[in-house]
């Protein structure tokens, strides 16, 4: 077995993700989609988590998009702009939609949907509350596996927000398990499998199991029903006009029909077992006026109907004629300890050609050819995954392949059409005129209706430009057409703005990410294809458009015309000494090392996309020259502004500067990942590319002859009166840092005192943890921490804390630019890692064990606990299912934040990649 998984690690490690030679039906399904032959990305796990307490539901006069749609509500109210769900599925134009629902007889609600606390309820922000996995996926969705944990006991709702309410900044969130719902193993373990027969043709089993040691009873109600659209009085683009699903009569006692009808999907049909049904139940998706607002009801069926007939018992809540816009299955299970019930079902389009005619509502087969399906399935998925995952052991594999099914799970459809959003319905009551002020008033253009990647589907279930280029790194290994589609969407038109900004997230798409979009193309470019095979179409279309968000860069957040960058908070929500996303005082401006730096990154990213484009046609030489021009501006003011620039000699560290309009400055003298960041921007230019780029190389050396000071920005490998010569080995290296300033902030990053943890690079030098920093602005002492875990301030509302946590995306770039500086310096630039230890590695062994600390987070310690499962009071009730958090305790590993960011967390699955490379060369 050893031997076996060597030869599988070997190629994979050396091809990286570039070979796709190999051959799986699962490979032919992504290429029959992006070739338009076969739509089998029609139908995927596209159903929200969450869609109460967005923005696109918030018609409030002060945008308390939280408060206006609540989690009480959402199961009366109809939804104006999407669907949720538990563990479901819908069409990529969420029509029409599938997902559960559950009673253990003891909750007051009928669990729809999955609960969490709202922004102003948790004492860290909005945090979902609930048990569940994403455990496996496909690109094409062919198959799909999740779990839901629901207890026996009653779902504490209301202790979960009144003790979270009580709880302070400084305290540990109260989670589900801490309830002691969980104790003995007294729940229900839900499983739900999907497998594709045809693109129309889906196979539903879910399995109820009894994990308890006493019996108990569980209600499982799997749902089917349309997306209101019809309400409101406005074109949609999937029809406007209502549709139906009604009950039908069959041939076979064993299965009940229904069937659906929307305007622009047609006809499907859902057949389910009769066994242990207790009832069919129809309503409409229509909203309970009644009991939200105390107004009439348009129709006498609404839709709470299943949590009222179920749950307090109302028998007429359903409509007895068996028809509506939503449907349920009424399954009841008495389950002895250890017990378990399956339910089949299919959802199908009889009239596609490709759905298998052979098995109708007439004919049931599934005690043979249904298990048949899933078997080939999961076998056609582990046969991809093979191809895919380079784990040099089992869990390494696991963890991978997790983590791919959990960035799967998590594209979903958005919709915001931010117009008609200001302006409201036809149908419905005018907003306040105050409405359209809130927020995204300059965004009228913005006219989203797309299955897009998400953070999380619970806590963002909303796109964020900087976490979606992010997340199609790992993308592009299992779909480069998906990865690819994804980041050309955000560059058109209906999304960037005019001015070249790109939207940021619906909450104010004005705010300002990190501009890491163009480096997110070109990896992609790179990692989908061997050279000479790379996708150059892709790369030009991304190139232009880029080339519009730089020059917005340039013109809006270079203030004084000196090559360096302000822009805000820049994803680092509370890091800085104050709220950066606010504006300072007057007469206060602030020069920060990350916006620089950040700038700096998207130049010389730009620089060696237009390389790779001039070495196909050399008009792209001249924009190469531009954007190296605007590198080494931004690098020397960064080193030289001010006569030491960002650069503090004393310290050996970059810090941001607060300038004042009387020219005097103060150091903002914190060790942040600020001051890492310039860490980033590294560029090797060969003279084997030089000597096929004449032009471009004759402003080169031009501009190293004529501009000195400039030029001492460029790293030579070789004399400077040789680097002209033809055929030379001569290599140049573009970095912000020079040699020494290098080795002084590697120093920084890999001691244990300051950035080094267990678990990667901290946020925050674990220094401020005895020695907290404090300085006086305008009469106002402000104070920066060490917090190794949960925010304890309320900045940004204290879901998020970069004061010392470890953070996937920018260890992910650590690991990157280490492998970029050994690239240029080679084995003989070594460091010590950890600093003091002796132990000197070079920079390509320093990044594998950046990389092997990251991977730690998701193994397990001498308990056999997941460390990301630390603290968890009963961490064995994860079934070795690691969640992939938004970020993590640096010295202890514990997850925090959104449980299930497998947007960038699923970086993680790169790490293994790399680790496993390293495992075999070693």
């Not at 009928?110 to 509350?129: C, S, W, Y």
């Not at 046969?383 to 998590?410: K, M, N, P």
């Not at 809130?438 to 006219?447: G, T």
């Not at 994860?878 to 934040?897: I, K, Q, W």
């Amino acid at each position: 077995a050893s031997s076996s998984r060597k030869a599988h690690v070997k190629p994979l490690s050396r091809s990286k993700t570039k070979d796709w030679s190999f051959d799986s039906a699962e490979k032919t399904r992504i290429n029959d989609g992006h070739e338009r032959r076969v739509n089998w990305a029609r139908w995927g796990p596209y159903l929200s988590d969450r869609q109460w307490g967005v923005v696109r539901e918030d018609y409030s006069a002060d945008g308390s998009a939280w408060d206006y749609f609540t989690h009480d509500q959402s199961r009366s109210r109809a939804y104006r702009w999407g669907e949720d769900g538990l563990l479901g599925i819908t069409d990529r134009e969420c029509r029409l939609c599938f997902a559960l629902g559950l009673w253990n007889e003891k909750d007051t609600i009928l669990k729809e949907r999955l609960f969490g606390l709202t922004g102003p309820e948790g004492n860290h922000g909005e945090d979902v509350k609930e048990l569940y996995y994403y455990e496996d996926a496909t690109p094409t969705s062919s198959y799909l596996r999740a779990r839901y944990k629901y207890p026996h006991a009653a779902f504490p709702y209301d202790e979960l927000v009144k003790e979270n309410g009580q709880r302070g900044a400084s305290d540990m969130e109260y989670e589900l398990l801490d309830t002691g719902v969980f104790d003995n193993d007294a729940y229900f373990d839900v499983a739900i499998e999907y497998a594709k027969q045809g693109p129309n043709d889906i196979l539903i089993k879910l399995t109820v199991t009894n994990r308890g040691q006493e019996a108990a009873s569980c209600h499982v109600l799997p749902q089917l029903w349309l997306r209101n659209t019809w309400t409101w009085g406005t074109d949609d683009e999937a029809g406007s006009k209502k549709g139906s699903i009604k009950q039908e009569a069959t041939a076979d006692d064993h299965l009940v029909l229904f069937r659906s009808h929307q305007q622009t999907l047609g006809d499907f049909e859902l057949h389910a077992e009769r066994n242990h049904l207790q009832s069919t139940l129809f309503t409409e998706n229509e909203s309970n006026a009644q009991r939200l607002f105390g107004q009439e009801n348009a129709s006498a069926f609404v839709k709470d109907a299943f949590h009222r007939y179920v749950v307090d018992g109302e028998k007429d809540a359903v409509n007895e004629e068996k028809t509506g816009t939503k449907a349920a299955l009424h399954y009841k299970f008495d389950l002895q300890p250890g017990e378990e019930q399956v339910v089949r079902m299919r959802l199908v389009d009889m009239n596609d050609s490709l759905s298998n005619q052979a098995v109708t509502h007439e004919v049931t087969q599934y005690d043979s050819a249904f298990a048949d399906v899933f078997d080939q399935r999961r076998a056609e998925a582990d046969v991809f995954f093979d191809h895919r995952l380079s784990g040099s052991t089992e869990d390494h594999r696991l963890i991978q392949r997790q983590a791919y099914a959990g960035l799967l799970w998590t594209k979903q459809f958005y919709f915001y059409i931010v117009e008609q959003w200001q302006k409201g319905d036809p149908d419905q009551p005018a907003p306040p005129e105050s409405h359209r002020h809130i927020r995204n008033e300059d965004w009228s253009h913005l006219h989203s209706r797309d299955v897009i990647s998400m953070c999380d589907g619970w806590e963002y279930p909303w796109f964020a430009a900087w976490d979606l280029a992010f997340h199609m790194i790992p993308m592009s290994v299992i779909d480069p057409g998906f990865a690819k589609s994804q980041l050309i969407l955000f560059l058109r038109e209906w999304y960037m703005h005019a001015n070249g900004q790109m939207p940021a997230y619906e909450w104010n798409f004005g705010d300002v990410n990190p501009p890491v979009h163009a480096w997110a193309c070109w990896r992609v470019y790179k990692m989908t294809a061997p050279k000479g095979e790379r996708d150059l179409d892709f790369l030009k279309r991304t190139f232009h458009k880029l080339m519009l968000n730089f020059t917005w860069w340039v013109n809006r957040k270079d203030a004084f015309g000196h090559h360096i960058f302000s822009g805000g908070f820049l994803g680092l929500d509370n890091i800085g000494l104050f709220d950066r996303s606010k504006a300072l005082e007057q007469g206060l401006n602030l020069l920060q090392a990350d916006g620089t730096a950040w700038m700096a990154f998207f130049s010389i990213t730009m620089l060696d996309m237009a390389l790779e484009l001039a070495m196909h046609d050399s008009a792209y030489e001249d924009i190469a020259s531009k954007f190296f021009e605007h590198f080494v501006q931004i690098s020397h003011a960064f080193n030289t502004i001010g006569g030491t620039g960002l650069w503090q000699e004393k310290d050996h560290f970059y810090y941001d500067l607060l300038m004042r309009d009387c020219g005097e400055s103060q150091v903002m003298e914190v060790r942040s990942m600020v001051g890492l960041i310039p860490l980033f921007s590294c560029l090797v230019l060969e003279n084997e590319v030089l000597d096929k780029l004449p032009n471009f190389s004759k402003r080169l050396y031009w501009f190293l002859e004529h501009t000195p000071e400039l030029a001492q920005q460029i790293q030579i490998s070789c004399p400077r009166e040789k680097i002209k010569d033809q055929g030379s080995n001569c290599r140049h290296l573009l970095a912000i840092p020079s040699h020494d300033q290098l080795m002084h902030l590697l120093r920084y990053m890999f001691d244990e005192e300051e950035f080094l943890c267990p678990f990667g690079i901290r946020s925050l030098s674990k220094h401020y943890e005895e020695h907290p920093y404090s300085t006086e602005i305008n009469g106002e002492t402000l104070t920066v921490e060490y917090a190794p875990a949960e925010s304890r301030t309320n900045m940004f509302g204290g879901n998020s804390n970069w004061r010392g946590p470890v953070w996937l995306p920018v260890n992910y770039l650590i690991v990157e630019a280490l492998q970029r500086y050994h690239y240029y310096y080679g084995d003989d630039f070594k460091i010590e890692l950890p600093t003091g230890s002796g132990n000197m590695v070079n920079l390509k062994q320093a990044a594998q064990e950046v990389a092997r600390r990251l991977l730690k987070l998701f193994e397990k310690n001498e308990e056999g606990v997941r460390h990301c499962h630390t603290h968890d009071r009963h961490p064995h009730v994860h079934d070795d299912n690691p969640l992939f958090y938004e970020y993590f305790h640096a010295d202890e590993g514990r997850g925090v934040g959104a449980s299930h960011q497998t947007g960038w967390t699923s970086l993680i699955a790169r790490c293994v990649d790399l680790v496993g490379k390293a495992d075999y060369d070693q």
